[in-house]
């Protein structure tokens, strides 16, 4: 009974902005053509068969598409799905949206057979290049290769947090440099985390005390710095133990633990030649900190955050020192 209408879509794929992306570029060039009237949008989830058969089936008003969008694939069975696709009006596209797709799914099945099924893969490499040249080109601004380098270190690939920064930066400016990214991109959690866990685990405690107060200056909330350093003792912590039980393998650690392999090549070093005592000594002191920031014997509010910065200079100068004990 099934037939494969050429009007029925599918959209999946672990590249969730790329997918709102084309989603909204739809939806916006169908209701210049052919008014919001012809345009429905459902959400998949809860959605009975006989409710979407009846906005399907039916000739658009008074235009020549109609155009409804399904949030999430239904879960029906094969025949329902398999129904629905036969009696779909040639005048209505149907989109469905599902970022994962369960195959075990009947309806799942059908739609990836009959549908014309696009997926939305992550952009790493020159691809991701490319896309933030044409963002900002949009913009009437062009960025140099070291700063897109830059930008990249400081966000990762996540599309969602380098538009949004891409969009601070084009304001008031023809060319974005290494020096605008600096001042004005606000770094990942986990590339803040990295920056401050290498300069840390060098021992290194006048350039860590100085990086974590340009971060707070920069507008870093340093309820989340903390937090941050918190990260950092955790999995130093079990890094250290991992290295005492006789693993030192960086990838070994990260798969059997759960933390990012970067993370544990930056603690290897420092988690090599700390001894245990020295590792309980600063967790005992870390905790006694948090345990006062949390109990109120510290005053840190978001209007007055002093004593919390003077917490975390404590944590940094805490853990960057235990490299030379």
Not at 184 to 205: F, H, K, M, Y
Not at 262 to 287: G, K, N, Q
Not at 293 to 299: A, F, H, V, Y
Request: hydrophobic share 45%; net charge neutral; charged share 25%.
């Amino acid at each position: 009974m099934v037939m494969a209408p050429h009007h029925v879509f599918l959209f999946s794929g672990e590249n969730i902005f790329a997918i709102r992306e084309e989603r909204r570029k739809w939806v916006t060039c169908f209701i210049e053509k052919h008014n919001m009237e012809n345009f429905r949008s459902l959400e998949g989830g809860h959605l009975i068969s006989r409710e979407l058969l009846d906005e399907v089936s039916v000739a658009p008003f008074i235009a020549a598409a109609r155009l409804v969008i399904i949030e999430g694939i239904p879960r029906w069975t094969t025949e329902e799905m398999e129904n629905l696709l036969f009696h779909i009006h040639p005048q209505v596209i149907v989109l469905f949206i599902s970022p994962k797709i369960d195959r075990r799914s009947g309806a799942a099945r059908v739609l990836l057979k009959h549908a014309q099924c696009q997926t939305f893969s992550i952009l790493k490499g020159p691809r991701l290049h490319v896309w933030i040249d044409d963002v900002v080109r949009s913009g009437g601004v062009s960025i140099l290769r070291d700063a897109k380098v830059r930008l990249l270190d400081y966000i990762g690939t996540d599309q969602d947090m380098l538009y949004q920064e891409i969009q601070k930066l084009i304001l008031g400016r023809k060319e974005i440099t290494v020096s605008d990214i600096d001042r004005v991109v606000v770094p990942s959690r986990e590339w803040v985390i990295w920056q401050l866990t290498d300069i840390v685990v060098r021992g290194d405690t006048a350039s860590a005390l100085a990086y974590a107060q340009k971060l707070i200056a920069g507008g870093q909330d340093p309820f989340a710095l903390w937090n941050m350093l918190l990260k950092m003792l955790r999995e130093l912590t079990v890094v250290t133990a991992a290295v005492k039980e006789g693993c030192k393998h960086a990838q070994d650690i990260a798969d059997a633990h759960g933390i990012h392999p970067l993370a544990v090549r930056s603690l290897l070093p420092l988690a090599c030649h700390i001894r245990l005592r020295d590792m309980r000594l600063l967790i005992d002191r870390i905790v006694e900190m948090d345990h006062a920031l949390k109990t109120g014997s510290l005053r840190a509010t978001a209007d007055d955050s002093t004593e919390l910065h003077a917490l975390i200079d404590q944590c940094v100068l805490a853990i960057s020192s235990v490299h030379r004990g």
